[in-house]
C-alpha cells in the first residue's frame, strides 16, 4: 500500500519536554563507547567551554524516533512498520545538549514515496530547549520494504 501523500508537510504537536540527564549522557556514551570527558566528567567538560557534561551527537535519536512514533503509528499513513528499516540519519546542530536541557521535538513529514516499490518515509524532528530555542534539527529516513512478488 502506497504512503498516503498527504502527510507531507504535517507537523504534530511537541511532545512533553524530556529532561537530559548526566547519567544518561555517560550510560549513552558508554554504550557508544564514547569515553570523551565531555560527556561524563562536568569539569572536563567545564574545561571546554560547556555549563555541563554534553551528549554525543547521536543522543537525540531516541527521543526524535519516539517524537516519529506519531507518524509512524498513524494507520491512515499507509505505512507497514512491521518490514522497515531504518535507511538514513542526519543531524544539524546549533549548540550541544548538555546535563539539565529540557528538550521537546516537533516531527514534520517531509517526503513519502515509492521507490522500486519500497515505501520511504522522511522525517525532520526539530528539537528545541526550553524556552524556544532550537538546539538541532534531526532527519531520518524509513523504508517499508516491498512484500515479496509485489
Known amino acids: 500500500m502506497a504512503l498516503d501523500q498527504s502527510f507531507v508537510g504535517r507537523t504534530y504537536p ?33 574545561a571546554l567551554g560547556h555549563t555541563d557534561v554534553i551528549a554525543p551527537p547521536t543522543f537525540v535519536f531516541a527521543l526524535t524516533f519516539a517524537a516519529a512514533g506519531q507518524i509512524i503509528e498513524d494507520p491512515e499513513l499507509g505505512l507497514d512498520f512491521s518490514r522497515v528499516v531504518h535507511g538514513d540519519q542526519k543531524f544539524a546542530y ?31 524532528g526539530d528539537v528545541h530547549a526550553e524556552g524556544g530555542e532550537l538546539v538541532v534539527t534531526a532527519w531520518m529516513k524509513l523504508v517499508s520494504r516491498a512484500a515479496e512478488g509485489a
Open 14 to 46: 511537541p511532545t512533553a519536554p524530556y529532561e537530559v540527564g548526566r547519567e544518561k549522557i555517560r550510560e549513552f556514551a558508554a554504550a557508544i563507547g564514547d569515553a570523551s570527558g565531555a560527556h561524563i566528567d562536568p569539569e572536563a567538560a567545564k
Open 94 to 124: 546549533r549548540r550541544p545538549v548538555r546535563a539539565g536541557d529540557r528538550l521537546t521535538v516537533t516531527s514534520t513529514v517531509e517526503k513519502a514515496e515509492t521507490l522500486a516499490g519500497n515505501d520511504v518515509l522522511s522525517v525532520r
